[in-house]
């Protein structure tokens, strides 16, 4: 048997809009489908939307209400700062004051008062009862004193001597020393 191999070409008939149901009916449903599914990708991003803001208006909340926390609380603080500092019966001002009259006396002894109250601050006497203490103990306190502000003299130039004494030494060291 003999098998042509020409293929004959189907020609379909071309149908008018209105012709065919089946492709109308399909046509119509795809449509709904379509309104339908824009309609769903409408809501879903508006109610996307409507949740980012509420987030964000949230957070922003929360950001203000910890900012106003913050400044009423650096407010509080100025405030009893300001009336620590108006109230001058204060024990941080008390304690102040003392500390800055204690400086200013000390300040206003001569290196020789300050060596002297430091020497009887080593023997455990207190310039009271140094004033309290019988003219023979004070006289034997006072050339107690004398001596040792006598040492310390001594050893301060000694200790002067020997720097300067170190500094003749090397000359060269110094100038090498001074350059750098």
């Known amino acids: 048997m003999l098998v042509s191999a020409k293929q004959q070409a189907m020609i379909l008939p ?3 809009p209105g012709e065919d149901p089946t492709a109308e009916a399909a046509s119509g449903l ?3 489908a379509l309104q339908a599914l824009r309609d769903n990708v409408q809501t879903q991003a508006s109610q996307a939307s409507a949740q980012v803001q509420d987030s964000a208006t949230r957070q922003a909340t929360q950001q203000v209400s910890a900012a106003t926390a913050i400044s009423d609380k650096v407010d509080e603080a100025f405030a ?3 009336v620590q500092l108006q109230t001058v019966g204060s024990p941080a001002f008390a304690e102040t004051s003392s500390a800055m009259a204690q400086f200013k006396d000390y ?3 001569t290196p020789e008062q300050r060596l002297r109250d ?3 601050q080593e023997m455990g006497i207190t310039e009271e009862e140094f004033a309290a203490m019988p003219p023979e103990k004070q006289l034997a306190v006072g050339q107690e004193i004398a001596q040792r502000m006598q040492d310390k003299s001594a050893m301060a130039q000694m200790e002067k001597n020997q720097q300067s004494h170190a500094s003749e030494k090397n000359p060269a060291e110094n100038t090498v020393l001074a350059t750098l």
């Open 14 to 16: 071309l149908k008018r």
């Open 30 to 32: 795809q449509s709904a």
């Open 80 to 82: 009893k700062t300001r």
């Open 107 to 109: 300040m206003s002894k």
């Open 118 to 120: 430091s020497i009887l």
